[in-house]
């Protein structure tokens, strides 16, 4: 087993493991800091195929700005442990087995499908780097790049008529 | 790596979100668990784009980056809606003081 693999194993099983402790932790604070592994971990991915400006854009936007945005919010309404609203079980339950069966499904209809041939480049290619996507953001997709612009002034201004009343 | 392997990553990760999004019933939770439903599918989007520039590198020497940059523009519209959505979370606890979504079945009656 080559370096490539032992990572890509280390991460995905990093990243399950991180997933289910985010859906199964009692305390909100414990939820956020898993789900900060769970990108840590999926930047790690990108770094192996490597797609390095998205590996640090993921880490800057969601695992610094976003998940802080969450521990301030968790923290300015004071949740722990002991206020967390609980299903009673038989719907947690019910819950478990949808997701399970949405697993089921889609892993069975996939197994079968014909991409034995069908290798992710992993560790090189120049398509990840910063001068090529830039280059093709500036280029082919400037339009929707500037409406994003617009998304983010609609964003902003809703959150602070939201917040304001 | 094969790209079966990432298809089963991401769909794992995307089935474990769901699974929290019907078994939580804090509003915040829930509204982390679509962020790693967004988080499996942008990786699927990484590995799909690494395949088709392995496939067809030969014919154009940038196949493959149209994926990373709706990986891109999914981050942005994630980030704006987080922004949003934790405004309305934080409204809904201004009026009721929890963050539990079964008090908002208040809405039907």
Same mark, same amino acid.
């Given at each position: 087993m080559g370096t490539t693999q032992i990572l890509f194993w280390f991460l995905s099983i990093l990243a399950l493991f991180s997933a289910i402790m985010v859906v199964v932790s009692k305390n909100p604070v414990h939820s956020v800091l898993w789900l900060i592994l769970v990108f840590f971990s999926i930047s790690g991915h990108y770094i192996l195929l490597n797609a390095q400006f998205l590996a640090i854009v993921n880490l800057i936007v969601?695992? @610094?700005a976003i998940m802080v945005l969450f521990l301030f919010v968790i923290m300015l309404m004071n949740l722990n442990a002991d206020t967390e609203p609980q299903k009673n079980k038989w719907l947690k339950i019910a819950g478990v087995v949808a997701g399970g069966a949405l697993l089921l499904v889609l892993v069975a209809a996939l197994?079968?499908?014909?991409?034995?041939?069908q290798i992710a480049q992993t560790?090189?290619?120049?398509? @990840?780097?910063i001068h090529n996507l830039g280059m093709a953001l500036f280029k082919d997709y400037v339009i929707p790049f500037e409406i994003t612009s617009v998304l983010f002034l609609s964003a902003m201004v809703g959150a602070v008529v939201i917040g304001k009343k | 790596m094969p790209i079966n392997y990432y298809i089963f990553l991401s769909v794992a990760l995307f089935c474990i979100g769901v699974a929290g999004v019907l078994t939580r019933r804090n509003a915040i939770i829930i509204f982390m668990c679509v962020e790693l439903m967004l988080n499996a599918v942008n990786l699927l989007l990484v590995a799909f784009s690494k395949m088709h520039h392995l496939a067809t590198v030969a014919i154009n020497?940038?196949?493959?980056i149209d994926g990373q940059l709706f990986v891109f523009f999914i981050i942005v519209v994630a980030a704006a809606e987080v922004s949003v959505g934790l405004a309305i979370i934080v409204m809904m606890y201004r009026n009721t003081h929890s963050v539990d979504v079964n008090f908002l079945n208040r809405l039907k009656h």
């Open positions: 969601y695992a @610094g197994k079968d499908a014909d991409l034995k041939n560790g090189q290619g120049e398509i @990840g780097l | 020497r940038n196949a493959g």
